[in-house]
């Protein structure tokens, strides 16, 4: 790669559209973190070991890096904007493994495909899906009782009830039916399609008690009321 050659890349790594560079290397990183699978604190840790990095060559003396002129590439990989790229990419993943969900005993899909009903208790955080003949509810889950009393977990659950209930956002509420995975067959995931929406565990007949109490954002349940 000639001089001018090597100016203009700088020029363009530079100068361009920096924005779309950066989005383009975190957009990468999700990839690299779908494939290479280390905890979220390793990526941040690279990340943050890549921004060092930037700032340290930065820093180098001109003399020095000319030292390295004859490795091929060099005026392209002691560029502080190269690193930068690498702390984003490292980033992307960073973001991809915080978004994978971490089912311990704490998480309510834990329990999901047991071989008896459970009691489940939380509050709508969407109004109501009325339909002619049931109710879908989505649910913020607080408790779960097993046989052994309540236990806290947290978690989305998406539940079908009869359709002769009204609900209203916020209202806590207790469940009791099986908790399944999602389905999911040749033409279509419903377990994909919840999962995107951050819901891995369904009911697909549940039996709902309306508590007493509120849960959910007080704005969102005015705005809902008023609606």
């Known amino acids: ?33 779908s494939l290479v699978l280390h905890s979220t604190r390793v990526w941040v840790g690279l990340a943050l070991l890549s921004a060092l990095s930037a700032l340290l060559v930065r820093a180098l003396p001109t003399r020095f890096r000319k030292s390295f002129s004859n490795i091929p590439f060099s005026s392209v990989l002691f560029l502080p904007f190269s690193f930068i790229l690498l702390a984003f990419l490292f980033l992307g993943s960073a973001r991809y493994q915080s978004s994978v969900p971490n089912f311990d005993a704490f998480h309510i899909a834990f329990y999901n495909d047991r071989e008896y009903d459970l009691l489940i ?95 959910g954002n007080v704005f969102s349940a005015a705005l809902y009321a008023l609606k």
């Open 1 to 33: 790669m000639s001089s001018s050659e090597v100016n203009r890349f700088k020029g363009q790594l530079t100068t361009r559209l920096p924005l779309t560079w950066l989005s383009l290397a975190f957009l990468g990183g999700i990839i690299l973190g």
């Open 121 to 215: 208790t939380g509050y709508l955080i969407e109004p109501p899906d009325y339909r002619d003949a049931y109710t879908n509810l989505r649910i913020e889950t607080t408790h779960i009782d097993t046989g052994d009393g309540d236990l806290k977990v947290s978690g989305l659950l998406l539940a079908r009830v009869s359709a002769n209930q009204t609900f209203h956002y916020g209202e806590i509420v207790r469940l009791r039916g099986a908790l399944k995975t999602p389905p999911a067959n040749e033409d279509f995931s419903y377990r994909d399609y919840l999962a995107a929406q951050g819901i891995h565990a369904y009911m697909t007949s549940a039996k709902a008690t309306i508590l007493p109490g509120q849960g």
